[in-house]
């Protein structure tokens, strides 16, 4: 069984910051991409950030600048610095990797439960 376990949300003032950690659990022979989305009320799920095994990276225009996304492999975690804090970044933020449970098994993907974060102005 594998699982991804995010922390660090919660409710910060608009301007403030927040770090958000995903760490994955069980059986991993391979963790390959590592990401972040987020779900605002009766909006669709888009991407946040993304980060490849060998740390490049890729963001959504509306967090570039603010936002930065890092991983510790031997630690198969993921972590996401949120900057300047906006009311419009209040979501549900959901980590996202792709890994491989055996040498043999296909890339499957898998997300955490959601982790709330809410900006006030």
């Known amino acids: 069984q594998v699982q991804l376990v995010e922390s660090g949300g919660g409710l910060v003032q608009a301007g403030g910051s927040l770090r958000l950690s995903c760490a994955a659990s069980?059986?991993?022979?391979?963790?390959?991409?590592m990401g972040w989305y987020r779900q605002a009320p009766g909006k669709q799920r888009e991407l946040v950030a993304v980060?490849?095994?060998?740390?490049?990276?890729n963001y959504a225009e509306s967090v570039k600048g603010r936002f930065t996304i890092s991983r510790d492999n031997a630690q198969n975690t993921v972590y996401l610095q949120m900057n300047s804090l906006k009311p419009e970044d209040t979501a549900v933020y959901y980590c996202?990797?792709?890994?491989?449970?055996?040498?043999?098994?296909?890339?499957?993907?898998?997300w955490g439960q959601g982790t709330q974060v809410t900006v006030s102005s």
């Open positions: 980060i490849a095994k060998g740390g490049s990276t």
């Open positions: 996202n990797a792709d890994l491989k449970i055996s040498f043999y098994s296909a890339p499957v993907n898998y």
């Open positions: 069980g059986t991993i022979f391979n963790l390959g991409a």
